[in-house]
Every structure is written in structure tokens, then in C-alpha cells.
């Protein structure tokens, strides 16, 4: 069973939040709500989030301060923040939004099919970044257990089980496909920001891509001939 993403609503007003849920529920994602800036900071401790819509106009902590208490965590910073407001002072106001870490910045009232599909793309690059973390270290313990299963514990059906799976040029290939896939849709965001020179897109792109990259390398370290099979070394991830 597929893991559903999270989607964190922050706004003050439970109709807006409720507006959200009715354009972004055909997403078919786990929605959570935040009525405020320090409500959503508390959710951000324990959950993991594919992107945040935010309200900008909010009383007490506003929006411009959460997400700068966002973009400082370790944890929390490369998560893509879309400002929404109601208001609109020009281009300064706009500003600031990016300069505060938001990918996109969208004035009230909005396209609904417009939002819909651009938190649809960072949900599907999420998703693409969590399989693929997921089958990294799938191929990492098989290497190990491919080396050393006699001395880790294994029983015999495991490290059989392993063995077959870091030899398998089967299980390489699909993984490089999905990789492919992943490279595909990091084009396509890029294409997507290539008019939006504002620093924080461009900063946000560039992460994406070099987490991209490490896993390409880390996946070419691990085809037949590269390094030695499964004695080579597979590049950190971090």
C-alpha cells in the first residue's frame, strides 16, 4: 500500500481551510490543518510534508514569520512553501514572499485548477524523492548482506534473498527507470520556474537537482563493472 503524502492548510479562517480541502481532496492526499502560524510550526516537529499552502494575512504570527521560522529548521527547510493571500501591494509585497522561502505566490481569488496542479507536481516529486530514499537503502543493505551475510546473523533463505537481489540487473534497470522518471519531472519544474528568477525558486530547483544527481551516481556506482560489483562504494546521500 502507497504511503500517502501530507499537505499541510495553514489559515486562520476555518472557510478557507475548508476551500482548500474541497479543491485539493481530488488529489487523493492527507490534508491537515493549521489555524495558525504557530499551529503549523507544531505539526511541522513530528511530520513530514510534500508542500505547505500558506496564508499570508494572519493575526500574531503573520505568514512571512512562519515560514522564516521554517526555512531555519534542518528539518523543515526544503519543504516548498506556496504563499496565498489576499491582498496585493505590488511587486515589493510579492518579493518578499519569495525572499521569505516561498516557491509560489498566489493572489486570492485563485484558479482552483491552477493551485490543484501545481501542488499536484511537488506531491508527485515528493513521492518520487521518498522511493527512491526507500530504494537506495534497499540496495545498500543488499550489498552489505551480499559481503558479509555469514557474519551478520542472517539464516540462509535471507542472505540467498539478498545476494540474488544485489546481483539482479533486473531490480537495477527498474530502478534506473524510476530514477529517469524522477530526472523527467525535475525538467519539467525547472522549465516550470525557468521565468521566475526570483532566488528562493532558483535555490529550491538547484537542491532538487543535486539530490537528484547524488542518486543518479550512487545508482550508476552500483551497475555491473563500476566499482567491482557489490564491493563498490556507493556516494553519501547527504
Do not use: C
Request: glycine share 8%; charged share 25%.
Amino acid at each position: 500500500m502507497v504511503q500517502k503524502a501530507k499537505i499541510l492548510l495553514v489559515d486562520d479562517r476555518p472557510e478557507n481551510l475548508l476551500a482548500l480541502e474541497a479543491i485539493l481532496s481530488a488529489l487523493d492526499q492527507t490534508l491537515v490543518r493549521a489555524s495558525s502560524g504557530e499551529e503549523a510550526l507544531k505539526a511541522l516537529l513530528t511530520d513530514d510534508f510534500a508542500v505547505i499552502l500558506l496564508d499570508v494575512q494572519m493575526p500574531g504570527m503573520d505568514g512571512f514569520e512562519t515560514a522564516a521560522h521554517i526555512k531555519r529548521r534542518e528539518r523543515t527547510r526544503d519543504i516548498p512553501i506556496i504563499f496565498l493571500t489576499a491582498i496585493n501591494h505590488g511587486p515589493h509585497h510579492t518579493f518578499r514572499g519569495y525572499a521569505a522561502g516561498a516557491v509560489d505566490y498566489i493572489s486570492k481569488p485563485f484558479d482552483p485548477w491552477v493551485l490543484r496542479a501545481k501542488v499536484s507536481v511537488f506531491v508527485e516529486l515528493y513521492m518520487k524523492n521518498v522511493q527512491l530514499r526507500e530504494q537506495a537503502s534497499l540496495l545498500r543493505r543488499q550489498l552489505e548482506n551480499g559481503n558479509g551475510s555469514g557474519a551478520s546473523g542472517q539464516t540462509a533463505s535471507e542472505s540467498a534473498e539478498a545476494e540474488e537481489g544485489a546481483e539482479s540487473p533486473g531490480l537495477l534497470s527498474e530502478l534506473s527507470a524510476r530514477l529517469a522518471a524522477v530526472e523527467e519531472q525535475a525538467e519539467a519544474l525547472s522549465k516550470q520556474l525557468g521565468d521566475n528568477a526570483e532566488s528562493a525558486t532558483v535555490a529550491t530547483a538547484a537542491h532538487l537537482e543535486r539530490k537528484i544527481t547524488g542518486l543518479r551516481r550512487a545508482l550508476d556506482a552500483l551497475e555491473p563493472g563500476a566499482g567491482g560489483g557489490a564491493s563498490a562504494q556507493v556516494p553519501s546521500q547527504n
